[in-house]
């Protein structure tokens, strides 16, 4: 994970900003970085073990692993295929399978659709909503705004790294100026 160049990562009171990715992780932060970075020479099945790496609580391991096959039953079906041979769609299953196999309270998500056929996309913001209603937060950064905000609580408009606007995601989504100037819709809806 990024360390940031200005203000401070807080979870649960603690200040974690300068914290190895190993702490965050132990502590339930995990993150789906951008185009899934897989370890493509590496099976399906030992990608997703090293989600669990830092992990000790076999039982727990085992019923993630089952989480996972559950959302994502292609994956089981690929297990001992490498990964780097799998569609973009599938990968992506991989890599937030992985993110999951830590056991995360907080998932980060960077552009999750990106590189998904359409028809995925919808299906993918769908196990994201599942995996939310679940109990873990989930903070996505996102340029299809109209569907990461479907599913959000709350969202963040970013221009040039700062912070523009800031509301619900209903409110976002109502918002005709927003609609307009980051949506690309005409403000005649």
Do not use: C
């Not at 569609?87 to 907080?106: C, K």
């Not at 989504?173 to 819709?185: D, H, I, K, Q, V």
């Amino acid at each position: 994970m990024v360390t940031p160049t200005t203000g401070d990562v807080v979870l649960d009171g603690e200040i974690v900003t300068h914290r190895s990715t190993s702490y965050r992780v132990e502590r339930g932060v995990t993150m789906v970085p951008e185009n899934r970075r897989l370890f493509k020479r590496l099976s399906v099945r030992e990608n997703l073990e090293l989600g669990a790496y830092l992990r000790t609580d076999r039982d727990g391991i085992a019923n993630d692993l089952e989480r996972v096959f559950e959302m994502f039953p292609r994956v089981k079906e690929r297990l001992n295929q490498k990964s780097g041979t799998l569609s973009g769609g599938e990968q992506q299953m991989v890599a937030v399978g992985r993110a999951l196999m830590s056991n995360p309270r907080i998932l980060l998500m960077d552009e999750p659709s990106m590189g998904l056929a359409p028809a995925l996309v919808q299906t993918n913001f769908e196990l994201i909503q599942q995996i939310h209603e679940e109990g873990v937060a989930i903070f996505i950064v996102e340029q299809n705004a109209n569907m990461a905000l479907s599913i959000a609580d709350r969202g963040w408009v970013l221009q040039t790294g700062k912070v523009v606007l800031d509301d619900s995601a209903e409110a976002l989504l109502a918002n005709p100026e927003l609609r307009a100037s980051y949506l690309g819709e005409s403000g005649n809806r």
